[in-house]
């Protein structure tokens, strides 16, 4: 299993990498709706805590893999049989997710990860042995997961109490092993398969996104039939939608992770900025879905709130997407000030009486500006 060429030409992903995001679909979808009951019961604080700590073990597994694949992968029958074992810790993930979220029951969910990831660290290991001339890298990743997965399990055994600042240690140590590892020696992954394989994550949060705000407003649609707010909510939601795929789609990646030093140090907030990428797409799809709910059920909670889990979570995306994937591109202030007015319009826009509607105009008018002509 030696290192791919980065500069291989016509990279791109492959159909067992597509079957693996498929599946990952299944872990999303559980995230999604298990936040929406947390904002429909008017659980907003605890519900994007538990919604954040549950994402980031989906988001962090399938990033890992998608770096480890970038620069090995052999497509030979062991490796086949190794990602089809993870793709099985995924769907096991997937079936913890409610549990973990509603009741705190991490047992589940935790083998699942466990199984990810540890069938990964023999992949590294697998590496090491195959390519001396990256082994102190590989052997470091290899190294690096394996402590980290005893570090989950033995926090199944401590008092629940200790458990919440546990896991945040956890997820520190986890995200410092690719940079501890890499210190050793950067892998050879390719800055056009790495941007496609972010691309098509992002097409599949995004996708959620729409999964869920449908089935929200067709189930208010067969209660009440049609009214304004409802109308409203969803010429707001497509809006949304629309405008989030467009602005992420408005600039290549692959031109930011071009193999220099500089992106190097540049791909690791990219890469982890993604995070808030993926997660904030998500959660859109729980808040429109929950404000569907407000809106017909007048379920626990103020308008503004729930007007804000639609809101915050379409900033963070746009804030996001922009510091880490556009910003880079932009050269003049004219370019980079219409990103945070928007965020800050599209914050307002949850003291408003239809603040789907109003996120969605603020943003096809964000789209509107970054797709005119430049001279």
Not at 96 to 124: K, N, P, Q
Not at 240 to 265: D, G, I, K, N, S
Not at 299 to 311: D, E, I
């Amino acid at each position: 299993m030696v290192g791919r060429n980065p500069g291989e030409p016509n990279r791109t992903a492959t159909s067992l990498e597509l079957f693996f995001d498929l599946c990952f679909v299944v872990a999303v979808a559980q995230a999604s709706t298990s936040l929406r009951g947390a904002l429909t019961e008017g659980d907003y604080a605890g519900g994007a805590l538990r919604f954040g700590l549950v994402f980031f073990t989906i988001w962090w597994a399938w990033m890992n893999f998608t770096w480890f694949a970038s620069a090995y992968d052999p497509d030979d029958v062991t490796y086949r049989l190794t990602v089809l074992v993870q793709i099985t810790g995924s769907l096991v993930l997937a079936a913890g997710v409610r549990r973990a979220f509603e009741h705190g029951d991490l047992h589940i969910i935790t083998l699942g990860y466990v199984v990810l990831r540890t069938t990964l660290a023999a992949l590294w290991v697998r590496a090491a042995l195959s390519d001396p001339a990256r082994r102190r890298t590989t052997l470091r990743f290899a190294a690096g997961v394996m402590v980290c997965q005893l570090g989950w399990v033995g926090l199944l055994l401590v008092p629940e109490p200790v458990r919440l600042p546990g896991i945040v240690v956890m997820i520190v140590a986890e995200v410092s092993v690719p940079v501890w590892a890499q210190s050793a020696g950067m892998t050879p992954w390719h800055p056009r398969h790495i941007a496609e394989r972010y691309e098509l994550f992002t097409l599949i949060v995004l996708g959620e996104c729409v999964a869920a705000a449908t089935v929200a407003v067709r189930g208010a649609f067969d209660r009440h039939q049609g009214t304004g707010a409802l109308y409203a909510l969803a010429a707001g939601g497509l809006l949304v939608a629309f405008a989030m795929w467009w602005l992420y789609f408005a600039r290549p990646a692959h031109t930011l992770l071009a193999t220099t030093h500089q992106a190097h140090r540049r791909r690791f907030l990219w890469a982890y900025g993604h995070y808030l990428v993926f997660a904030s797409a998500t959660a859109e799809g729980a808040g429109l879905a929950a404000y569907a709910d407000h809106v017909t059920r007048h379920t626990q909670g103020s308008s503004v709130a729930a007007g804000a889990a639609v809101t915050v979570p379409a900033a963070v995306f746009l804030i996001t997407v922009w510091v880490v994937h556009l910003r880079p591109h932009q050269r003049s202030r004219a370019e980079r000030i219409p990103f945070p007015v928007a965020a800050v319009g599209v914050l307002a826009a949850a003291w408003s009486p239809a603040p789907v509607l109003l996120a969605g105009v603020l943003l096809a008018g964000l789209v509107a500006v970054v797709a005119m002509p430049r001279r």
